[in-house]
């Protein structure tokens, strides 16, 4: 399992508890016995399919049952493969790889590009290209926003005050903002950023992401500007002269075996 890059791995007994696992935890790929006390594993993947939290969790079947009408029936109506129990630790290996592969996305570009959209529509402003002339914030805000569902990250922020102060005078059309519009500012940003970013990241329009209220706070140490670009994901725009950057952290997937 260690080069699957999987973070955490569930069990469950039946279909009832793996439910209630799933009502709980953010789980990415659920594998599942069909022969199971209380609530069998058709039962358990007919009511994830009428669920919105998971209904576009992706399902195997593992199973000593070969390919028979039930096992079809349930591979028709959206579960993804079927293992066939003993397996080997290829054929697992194989399978889910083939579940998780999908064509590379450049996350970070398309972070990029829901910034730049974002502050085009938020505040009129956009980006030109990096150079030595941006302003290095000293006095910097700190912006996180998290997302839950078919992808797990967060979304960092990090701006200058006196950039945020700009934003927060462009977005509501006053003359001169406070610190308290400034953090108001980057936190709108992040969470109109993260709207249009995750759309851009998944493979059906049936995924869905809970996303938590944004963080922000300040800071008076210089050091912090070049503790956070040092990090080979960040990623920096230049807005009209002003130096921000932005950093995508995706965690690693979670599975669940339910199994009697």
Same mark, same amino acid.
């Given at each position: 399992?260690?080069?699957?890059?999987?973070?955490?791995?569930?069990?469950?007994?039946?279909?009832?508890?793996?439910?209630?696992?799933?009502?709980?935890?953010?789980?990415?790929?659920?594998?599942?016995?069909?022969?199971?006390?209380?609530?069998?594993?058709?039962?358990?993947?007919?009511?994830?399919?009428?669920?919105?939290? /998971?209904?576009?969790?992706?399902?195997?079947?593992?199973?000593?049952?070969?390919?028979?009408?039930?096992?079809?029936?349930?591979?028709?109506?959206?579960?993804?493969?079927?293992?066939?129990?003993?397996? /080997?630790?290829?054929?697992?290996?194989?399978?889910?790889? &083939?579940?998780?592969?999908?064509?590379?996305?450049?996350?970070?570009?398309?972070? /990029?590009?829901?910034?730049?959209?974002?502050?085009?529509?938020?505040?009129?402003?956009?980006? !030109?290209? !990096?150079?030595?002339?941006?302003?290095?914030?000293?006095?910097?805000?700190?912006?996180?926003?998290?997302?839950?569902?078919?992808?797990?990250? &967060?979304?960092?922020?990090?701006?200058?005050?006196?950039?945020?102060?700009?934003?927060?005078?462009?977005?509501?059309?006053?003359?001169?903002?406070?610190?308290?519009?400034?953090?108001?500012?980057?936190?709108?940003?992040?969470?109109?950023?993260?709207?249009?970013?995750?759309?851009?990241? !998944?493979?059906? &329009?049936?995924?869905?992401?809970?996303?938590?209220?944004?963080?922000?706070? &300040?800071?008076?140490?210089?050091?912090?500007?070049?503790?956070?670009?040092?990090?080979?994901? /960040?990623?920096?725009?230049?807005?009209?002269?002003?130096?921000?950057?932005?950093?995508?952290?995706?965690?690693?997937?979670?599975?669940?075996?339910?199994?009697?």
């Amino acid at each position: 399992m260690a080069d699957l890059n999987v973070g955490e791995f569930f069990e469950a007994e039946n279909g009832r508890v793996a439910l209630e696992i799933l009502e709980n935890s953010n789980v990415d790929l659920v594998l599942s016995d069909l022969n199971m006390p209380e609530m069998g594993g058709a039962e358990m993947i007919q009511q994830m399919k009428n669920r919105e939290a /998971t209904k576009s969790i992706p399902v195997v079947v593992v199973s000593t049952e070969s390919k028979t009408t039930r096992i079809q029936k349930l591979l028709a109506e959206g579960v993804r493969d079927y293992l066939h129990k003993p397996f /080997t630790p290829e054929e697992f290996k194989e399978i889910i790889q &083939t579940i998780w592969s999908k064509p590379k996305i450049d996350t970070g570009n398309l972070l /990029t590009q829901a910034v730049i959209q974002a502050l085009e529509v938020m505040a009129l402003v956009t980006d !030109v290209p !990096v150079d030595d002339d941006m302003a290095i914030p000293k006095k910097t805000i700190l912006a996180q926003i998290r997302f839950t569902g078919a992808k797990n990250g &967060t979304i960092l922020m990090l701006a200058g005050l006196d950039f945020c102060k700009v934003l927060a005078e462009n977005i509501a059309g006053i003359d001169k903002a406070n610190d308290r519009k400034a953090l108001d500012a980057l936190q709108e940003l992040s969470n109109v950023t993260c709207g249009l970013f995750l759309p851009m990241v !998944v493979s059906s &329009t049936a995924d869905v992401f809970d996303i938590t209220v944004p963080k922000v706070e &300040t800071c008076d140490n210089e050091a912090q500007w070049d503790e956070f670009v040092a990090d080979a994901n /960040t990623y920096i725009l230049n807005i009209e002269g002003h130096a921000i950057a932005a950093k995508l952290i995706i965690e690693e997937a979670e599975i669940m075996a339910v199994s009697n």
